[in-house]
């Protein structure tokens, strides 16, 4: 956990690198990863123009996008990036409107992904914890401790975990173009650091609604709660939370720092978002439009990973250098947390068979994930 920090701005480094020293990885077929998402330019840059002759065929179109978080957030504008990246590529005029904070379903995660799969929405980007409600099988990604570091997270949501998730959210009614980032969940309180399993008992937290994230929660003793995101803010300030579970650049857009004055900093769970189109939209268009979408699609979450994670380091460095106390664990701590959470994969699965889901498969999902 002590390189924790480090490894963050190594990546970033080795983005910036791979951005201007390559083009655009080629699409990845429909229902499978790409072996390596496309990779980001800095500041989004996008590719030389195509020359006249090498513009794809395509009428004018714009399509609508969704997602939870504000407009201003690399959520939203990851919708802008696709658009441009196909926008230079194509002899028509294609546009993405934005309706951030799901303007659209009145402000509902849920009904924004059920838009999408109904097809009166195009595009959307929403969290797996937010798919959960369709699908348990995708709070597989949000299981304890699965990944140590952005590394980790790279390397299986660009293979194996890419693999096992497109099927289920593809078997929706969506086309999956990418898997973006919400990122490491980290934990801000106002009551003392938290820096041992012990130091987390007892403390009144407020979670995302996922089951996984309860269970996890009170393997590690705390007296969770759930809430709308929307009341948090009021209940951390009226003392009925104290404490509270997001990536950093989703608290600090909730001004989250005024009413808490620790963070600990960690790996413990992490979310991704999924990039998705309307599936009959999607088969709607050529097979040369098919790639340039999925590649597109490619691309722009991977650039909207880079730019969460540099959003991630932002915020922690505004709120330490405010007087917020950062906290890590260390190794010997973090092994205790694997610990107590140990049975929490096992809850996972069980609450999928009582779904009906298959044991074996789910089973299988895990090890991806875990690599047990």
């Not at 939203?76 to 799901?102: L, S």
Request: with cysteine.
């Amino acid at each position: 956990m002590k390189k924790f920090l480090a490894l963050v701005l190594a990546l970033c480094m080795v983005f910036a690198l791979a951005a201007c020293g390559q083009a655009a990885a080629p699409a990845a077929a429909p229902a499978a990863a790409p072996a390596e998402e496309a990779a980001p330019a800095e500041e989004a840059a996008p590719a030389e123009e195509a020359a006249a002759s090498d513009l794809i065929e395509c009428d004018d179109v714009t399509l609508s996008f969704c997602c939870s978080a504000a407009e201003s957030t690399c959520w939203a504008q990851m919708a802008k990036v696709f658009a441009d990246y196909v926008n230079e590529r194509t002899t028509g005029n294609f546009e993405v409107e934005i309706y951030a904070m799901d303007q659209l379903t009145n402000g509902s995660q849920t009904e924004g992904i059920q838009a999408v799969a109904d097809g009166t929405i195009d595009l959307s980007a929403h969290s797996n914890l937010i798919y959960s409600n369709f699908d348990q099988r995708l709070n597989v990604v949000s299981l304890p401790f699965i990944f140590d570091s952005f590394d980790d997270v790279d390397a299986v949501l660009n293979g194996a975990g890419y693999d096992a998730l497109a099927p289920i959210v593809e078997g929706m009614g969506l086309h999956l173009m990418g898997i973006a980032e919400n990122g490491f969940r980290h934990v801000t309180n106002n009551v003392r650091p938290i820096e041992t399993l012990e130091d987390m008992k007892g403390l009144v937290i407020r979670v995302a609604g996922a089951q996984v994230l309860k269970d996890e929660y009170e393997a590690w003793g705390t007296n969770y709660t759930t809430a709308n995101w929307s009341e948090v803010y009021t209940g951390l300030q009226t003392g009925t939370y104290e404490a509270q579970e997001n990536p950093l650049p989703t608290a600090d857009a909730s001004s989250i720092s005024d009413v808490q004055d620790y963070v600990t900093y960690w790996t413990g769970v992490y979310d991704c978002i999924f990039f998705t189109m309307n599936q009959e939209l999607y088969d709607s268009f050529s097979p040369e439009m098919q790639a340039l979408i999925d590649e597109a699609g490619a691309y722009a979450a991977a650039d909207q990973r880079v730019k969460e994670r540099e959003g991630d380091q932002e915020v922690l460095k505004k709120w330490a250098d405010g007087g917020m106390t950062v906290s890590e664990l260390s190794d010997e701590e973090v092994a205790k947390f694997k610990e107590a959470a140990a049975g929490v994969p096992a809850k996972f699965v069980k609450t999928c068979v009582d779904l009906g889901f298959d044991q074996a498969e789910v089973e299988s999902m895990v090890s991806v994930f875990t690599g047990a």
